[in-house]
């Protein structure tokens, strides 16, 4: 058995790291609840958007435009989301492996995959795993900026126009609850109906100054605004990860902290029975 010393010593590294959880804990607590709220603020302008182009699909087009045309998939591309620090449970690596069982369905159709990272998780993952990782954004903080994820949008836009990928796929994890995060990979090139409520009566808009210029410059505001939702899903859910992580982690401490107590008191009972019965056989001794 451990002499109390050392026990003691374990215990107070224990509570100095219960210490830091619990304050990580509140940290990630009060992030999640302004990153759920930039959530909610940019949902709505998301379903309207989606509605527009949800009646541009289903109307009678003057213009086909090329993000709206499928092509025979020779190349794919997948656009990954992650967190650019760790502490966050299975967040990151639960979406990879979805990734990765893309990737492999992909690869038995001999079609291959190229990766774009937003966050240092993925990119790490990927490079260590050998994936062909063309691009990466890291550091775009806890508070997900357009003006920070336009070069990745420009990457992924660029290599669907000069037919360089035929499909792109946008991977992240979506928040629903503070519990609960749903990993998602949606396809994001070329565009599928985002309503998908079935056949309506062929119909289309009018167009200003013509469809050609309006539905290049909708369609891209389309895509964009697909990646931005997903960046700033994906940065509530690392702060509820986060909590919940630092929260086990806090308990889990707490349990460990018990234990030794437990043990520290059997110890130190034991220390005493012994120098008792020292004392009472040296007292016979004499």
């Given at each position: ?7 003691r ?57 090329p ?7 020779k ?6 989301i ?84 035929d ?92 234990d ?27």
């Amino acid at each position: 058995m451990a002499n109390t010393k050392e026990i003691r010593g374990k215990i107070s590294s224990i509570q100095s790291t219960q210490k830091i959880t619990r304050a990580m804990e509140m940290v990630a607590a009060s992030k999640m609840r302004k990153s759920q709220h930039r959530v909610l603020a940019s949902r709505p302008y998301l379903s309207r958007i989606q509605e527009v182009i949800s009646h541009l699909i289903k109307g009678k087009l003057e213009y086909t435009h090329p993000y709206l045309v499928a092509r025979d998939v020779k190349k794919v591309a997948f656009l990954v989301i992650s967190t650019d620090r760790g502490l966050c449970g299975g967040l990151n690596i639960n979406l990879f492996k979805n990734v990765f069982g893309e990737m492999r369905q992909f690869d038995q159709k001999a079609i291959p995959s190229v990766i774009c990272t937003i966050g240092k998780r993925a990119e790490t993952f990927f490079v260590h795993h050998k994936a062909d990782v063309a691009a990466s954004v890291t550091a775009i903080g806890d508070i997900p900026k357009v003006k920070d994820l336009v070069g990745i949008m420009k990457v992924v836009t660029d290599a669907f126009d000069k037919l360089e990928v035929d499909e792109v796929y946008l991977c992240y994890n979506k928040f629903v609850s503070t519990l609960v995060q749903k990993p998602q990979i949606v396809r994001l090139l070329p565009v599928v109906d985002p309503k998908n409520e079935g056949a309506r009566a062929a119909w289309d808009y009018i167009y200003e100054p013509d469809a050609a210029t309006l539905l290049d410059i909708l369609l891209h505001r389309y895509v964009e605004s697909l990646i931005y939702q997903a960046a700033v899903e994906n940065a509530a859910c690392e702060q509820a990860a986060r909590m919940m992580a630092m929260r086990n982690a806090s308990d889990n401490a707490e349990e460990l902290i018990s234990d030794l107590r437990l043990i520290y008191n059997k110890a130190r009972q034991a220390a005493i029975t012994k120098e008792l019965a020292e004392i009472v056989a040296g007292a016979a001794a004499v």
